[in-house]
């Protein structure tokens, strides 16, 4: 059975940081991906990273704060997440696909229940 599991969300003030960790369980995936959603909002995509880790992509409005990484060992992605601004606060989703990497949620089969990230202002 497949599942992934988030951790790390929470509360933190603007400018602060944090880490989201997404275990993967029942099969090892190819493209990994997060995914948030802002209340009232569609989800969004944020970043991907294929096996090796040698291709990553990020949405413009994370670039150059947001770092997605893999440990396969640990079947295992993180997000970590810098100079965090209120408007990155939403429910953040894990997701896996058989797929090199995409920024399409609809190229991910496999989802995670979610983590809440609140920034302060």
């Known amino acids: 059975q497949v599942q992934l599991v988030e951790s790390g969300g929470g509360l933190v003030q603007a400018g602060g940081s944090l880490r989201l960790s997404c275990a993967a369980s029942?099969?090892?995936?190819?493209?990994m991906g997060w995914f948030r959603q802002a209340p009232g909002k569609e989800r969004a995509f944020v970043a991907a990273?294929?096996?090796?880790?040698?291709?990553?992509y990020y949405a413009d409005s994370v670039k150059g704060r947001f770092t997605i990484s893999r440990d396969n060992a640990k079947n295992t992605v993180y997000l970590q997440m810098n100079l965090l601004k209120p408007e990155d606060t939403a429910v953040y989703y894990c997701?896996?696909?058989?797929?090199?990497?995409?920024?399409?949620?609809?190229?991910?089969?496999?989802w995670g229940q979610g983590t809440q990230v609140t920034v302060s202002s």
């Open positions: 990273i294929n096996w090796s880790g040698s291709n990553t």
């Open positions: 997701a896996a696909t058989p797929r090199d990497f995409s920024s399409d949620s609809l190229e991910y089969p496999y």
């Open positions: 029942g099969r090892a995936f190819n493209g």
